[in-house]
T-cell receptor, first 110, second 114 residues
Framework: QQPVQSPQAVILREGEDAVINCSSS?????VHWYRQKHGEAPVFLMI?????EQKGHEKISASFNEKKQQSSLYLTASQLSYSGTYFC???????????FGKGTLLTVNP | KAGVTQTPRYLIKTRGQQVTLSCSPI?????VSWYQQTPGQGLQFLFE???????NKGNFPGRFSGRQFSNSRSEMNVSTLELGDSALYLC?????????????FGPGTRLTVL
Protein backbone atom coordinates (compact mmCIF):
# COMPACT_ATOMS: atom_id res chain seq x y z
CA GLN A 1 0.00 0.00 0.00
CA GLN A 2 1.25 3.42 -0.98
CA PRO A 3 2.51 5.60 1.92
CA VAL A 4 0.83 8.97 2.37
CA GLN A 5 2.93 12.12 2.23
CA SER A 6 2.02 15.51 3.64
CA PRO A 7 1.92 18.25 2.72
CA GLN A 8 1.44 17.75 -1.01
CA ALA A 9 3.19 21.03 -1.70
CA VAL A 10 5.02 23.70 0.25
CA ILE A 11 6.52 27.05 -0.67
CA LEU A 12 9.36 28.51 1.37
CA ARG A 13 11.61 31.51 1.33
CA GLU A 14 15.32 30.87 1.44
CA GLY A 15 16.44 30.22 5.00
CA GLU A 16 13.11 28.88 6.23
CA ASP A 17 12.54 25.37 7.59
CA ALA A 18 10.19 22.65 6.41
CA VAL A 19 9.01 19.24 7.55
CA ILE A 20 7.71 16.57 5.20
CA ASN A 21 5.80 13.66 6.66
CA CYS A 22 5.33 10.12 5.47
CA SER A 23 2.93 7.65 7.03
CA SER A 24 2.02 4.07 6.27
CA SER A 25 -0.79 1.75 7.23
CA UNK A 26 1.64 -1.17 7.18
CA UNK A 27 4.51 -2.03 9.49
CA UNK A 28 7.63 -0.30 8.28
CA UNK A 29 11.04 -1.94 8.02
CA UNK A 30 12.73 0.82 6.13
CA VAL A 31 11.92 4.34 4.99
CA HIS A 32 13.74 5.92 2.09
CA TRP A 33 13.82 9.57 1.07
CA TYR A 34 14.61 10.78 -2.44
CA ARG A 35 14.52 14.17 -4.14
CA GLN A 36 13.75 14.64 -7.79
CA LYS A 37 14.32 17.87 -9.64
CA HIS A 38 12.28 18.61 -12.72
CA GLY A 39 13.50 16.58 -15.69
CA GLU A 40 16.03 14.67 -13.64
CA ALA A 41 16.22 11.26 -11.96
CA PRO A 42 15.46 10.86 -8.26
CA VAL A 43 18.49 11.23 -6.02
CA PHE A 44 19.01 9.41 -2.74
CA LEU A 45 18.82 11.44 0.47
CA MET A 46 18.46 9.03 3.36
CA ILE A 47 17.45 5.58 4.53
CA UNK A 48 16.10 4.90 8.01
CA UNK A 49 16.00 1.29 9.09
CA UNK A 50 14.01 -0.46 11.75
CA UNK A 51 16.16 -0.56 14.85
CA UNK A 52 17.52 2.94 14.47
CA GLU A 53 20.20 2.69 11.80
CA GLN A 54 20.37 5.60 9.38
CA LYS A 55 22.34 6.08 6.20
CA GLY A 56 22.39 9.32 4.31
CA HIS A 57 23.75 12.77 3.70
CA GLU A 58 25.07 14.75 6.64
CA LYS A 59 23.01 17.84 5.96
CA ILE A 60 19.73 15.96 5.88
CA SER A 61 17.93 14.82 9.01
CA ALA A 62 14.94 12.59 9.45
CA SER A 63 13.10 10.64 12.06
CA PHE A 64 11.47 7.22 12.00
CA ASN A 65 8.75 6.31 14.47
CA GLU A 66 8.28 2.55 14.10
CA LYS A 67 5.28 2.39 16.42
CA LYS A 68 3.38 5.11 14.60
CA GLN A 69 4.64 3.89 11.22
CA GLN A 70 5.70 7.40 10.36
CA SER A 71 8.77 9.21 9.16
CA SER A 72 9.54 12.90 8.86
CA LEU A 73 12.18 14.67 6.80
CA TYR A 74 13.54 17.91 8.25
CA LEU A 75 14.88 20.59 5.94
CA THR A 76 16.48 23.43 7.85
CA ALA A 77 17.77 26.76 6.58
CA SER A 78 16.50 25.90 3.13
CA GLN A 79 18.47 26.83 0.05
CA LEU A 80 17.30 27.37 -3.52
CA SER A 81 18.86 24.01 -4.41
CA TYR A 82 16.41 22.23 -2.09
CA SER A 83 13.59 22.81 -4.56
CA GLY A 84 12.18 19.65 -6.06
CA THR A 85 9.77 16.82 -5.37
CA TYR A 86 10.49 14.73 -2.31
CA PHE A 87 9.44 11.11 -2.26
CA CYS A 88 9.33 8.75 0.65
CA UNK A 89 9.50 5.03 -0.04
CA UNK A 90 8.73 2.21 2.31
CA UNK A 91 9.89 -1.35 2.08
CA UNK A 92 12.13 -4.07 3.31
CA UNK A 93 11.47 -7.09 5.43
CA UNK A 94 10.85 -10.18 3.37
CA UNK A 95 9.40 -7.95 0.71
CA UNK A 96 12.04 -6.41 -1.51
CA UNK A 97 9.53 -4.07 -3.03
CA UNK A 98 9.94 -0.35 -2.42
CA UNK A 99 6.65 1.55 -2.47
CA PHE A 100 6.82 5.31 -2.97
CA GLY A 101 4.38 7.99 -1.94
CA LYS A 102 3.04 10.48 -4.45
CA GLY A 103 5.58 13.09 -3.50
CA THR A 104 5.78 16.54 -1.91
CA LEU A 105 6.62 19.47 -4.17
CA LEU A 106 8.95 21.87 -2.36
CA THR A 107 9.62 25.29 -3.84
CA VAL A 108 12.22 27.57 -2.31
CA ASN A 109 12.07 31.19 -3.41
CA PRO A 110 14.73 33.87 -2.94
CA LYS B 1 32.17 4.92 -11.58
CA ALA B 2 29.77 5.29 -14.43
CA GLY B 3 26.16 5.81 -13.42
CA VAL B 4 23.08 3.86 -14.38
CA THR B 5 22.37 4.07 -18.08
CA GLN B 6 19.09 3.50 -19.85
CA THR B 7 18.40 3.14 -23.52
CA PRO B 8 16.68 4.44 -25.45
CA ARG B 9 15.97 7.78 -23.77
CA TYR B 10 12.86 8.47 -25.82
CA LEU B 11 10.51 6.16 -27.60
CA ILE B 12 7.31 6.68 -29.57
CA LYS B 13 5.12 3.67 -30.29
CA THR B 14 1.57 3.02 -31.38
CA ARG B 15 -1.08 1.04 -29.59
CA GLY B 16 -0.69 -2.71 -29.92
CA GLN B 17 3.04 -2.63 -30.49
CA GLN B 18 5.58 -3.96 -28.06
CA VAL B 19 8.68 -2.30 -26.65
CA THR B 20 11.90 -3.33 -24.92
CA LEU B 21 13.77 -1.01 -22.61
CA SER B 22 17.30 -1.58 -21.41
CA CYS B 23 19.09 -0.72 -18.19
CA SER B 24 22.78 -1.08 -17.33
CA PRO B 25 23.42 -0.83 -13.59
CA ILE B 26 26.44 0.58 -11.85
CA UNK B 27 29.32 -1.84 -11.98
CA UNK B 28 29.16 -4.26 -9.06
CA UNK B 29 25.47 -3.70 -8.38
CA UNK B 30 23.43 -6.88 -8.56
CA UNK B 31 19.95 -5.50 -7.94
CA VAL B 32 17.92 -3.70 -10.58
CA SER B 33 14.46 -2.30 -9.92
CA TRP B 34 12.06 -0.83 -12.45
CA TYR B 35 9.54 1.94 -11.82
CA GLN B 36 6.83 3.62 -13.84
CA GLN B 37 6.45 7.34 -13.21
CA THR B 38 3.35 9.27 -14.24
CA PRO B 39 2.13 12.69 -13.06
CA GLY B 40 -0.92 11.27 -11.36
CA GLN B 41 0.51 8.17 -9.71
CA GLY B 42 4.07 9.10 -8.90
CA LEU B 43 6.67 6.32 -8.81
CA GLN B 44 5.16 2.88 -9.04
CA PHE B 45 7.19 -0.26 -8.52
CA LEU B 46 7.21 -2.71 -11.42
CA PHE B 47 9.70 -5.40 -10.37
CA GLU B 48 13.10 -6.07 -8.90
CA UNK B 49 15.74 -8.45 -10.17
CA UNK B 50 18.69 -9.76 -8.25
CA UNK B 51 21.23 -12.18 -9.69
CA UNK B 52 18.95 -12.93 -12.64
CA UNK B 53 15.96 -13.75 -10.42
CA UNK B 54 12.80 -11.70 -10.08
CA UNK B 55 12.33 -11.18 -6.36
CA ASN B 56 9.18 -9.12 -6.35
CA LYS B 57 6.60 -7.75 -8.71
CA GLY B 58 4.28 -4.77 -8.47
CA ASN B 59 0.62 -4.61 -9.39
CA PHE B 60 0.97 -4.43 -13.13
CA PRO B 61 -0.61 -6.67 -15.76
CA GLY B 62 1.29 -9.54 -17.29
CA ARG B 63 2.00 -7.41 -20.36
CA PHE B 64 4.87 -6.00 -18.31
CA SER B 65 7.79 -8.38 -18.00
CA GLY B 66 11.48 -8.21 -17.43
CA ARG B 67 14.66 -10.15 -17.14
CA GLN B 68 18.18 -9.77 -15.91
CA PHE B 69 21.32 -11.10 -17.50
CA SER B 70 24.41 -12.57 -15.89
CA ASN B 71 26.20 -9.21 -16.17
CA SER B 72 23.32 -7.62 -14.18
CA ARG B 73 22.02 -5.68 -17.16
CA SER B 74 18.25 -5.75 -17.26
CA GLU B 75 15.55 -5.40 -19.85
CA MET B 76 11.91 -4.59 -19.48
CA ASN B 77 9.33 -5.52 -22.07
CA VAL B 78 5.82 -4.22 -22.54
CA SER B 79 3.63 -6.03 -25.02
CA THR B 80 0.38 -4.87 -26.62
CA LEU B 81 0.95 -1.26 -25.69
CA GLU B 82 -1.96 0.83 -24.45
CA LEU B 83 -2.28 4.61 -24.31
CA GLY B 84 -2.05 4.46 -20.52
CA ASP B 85 1.43 2.98 -20.75
CA SER B 86 2.80 6.37 -21.70
CA ALA B 87 5.14 7.24 -18.87
CA LEU B 88 8.70 7.71 -17.76
CA TYR B 89 10.25 4.33 -16.99
CA LEU B 90 13.05 4.47 -14.48
CA CYS B 91 15.43 1.77 -13.48
CA UNK B 92 17.49 1.87 -10.31
CA UNK B 93 20.42 -0.23 -9.23
CA UNK B 94 21.69 -1.05 -5.78
CA UNK B 95 24.41 -3.23 -4.36
CA UNK B 96 22.03 -5.68 -2.70
CA UNK B 97 18.34 -5.29 -2.05
CA UNK B 98 16.69 -2.08 -3.15
CA UNK B 99 14.51 -2.32 -0.09
CA UNK B 100 17.43 -1.83 2.28
CA UNK B 101 20.00 0.11 0.35
CA UNK B 102 20.50 3.32 -1.53
CA UNK B 103 19.22 3.07 -5.07
CA UNK B 104 20.84 4.88 -7.95
CA PHE B 105 18.39 5.90 -10.61
CA GLY B 106 19.03 6.12 -14.30
CA PRO B 107 17.78 9.06 -16.41
CA GLY B 108 14.76 7.08 -17.57
CA THR B 109 13.14 6.19 -20.85
CA ARG B 110 10.26 8.43 -21.88
CA LEU B 111 7.69 6.23 -23.64
CA THR B 112 4.88 7.80 -25.61
CA VAL B 113 2.12 5.56 -26.94
CA LEU B 114 0.00 7.04 -29.73
Amino acid sequence: QQPVQSPQAVILREGEDAVINCSSSKALYSVHWYRQKHGEAPVFLMILLKGGEQKGHEKISASFNEKKQQSSLYLTASQLSYSGTYFCGTGGGSNYKLTFGKGTLLTVNP
Amino acid sequence: KAGVTQTPRYLIKTRGQQVTLSCSPISGHRSVSWYQQTPGQGLQFLFEYFSETQRNKGNFPGRFSGRQFSNSRSEMNVSTLELGDSALYLCASSYTSGGYNEQFFGPGTRLTVL
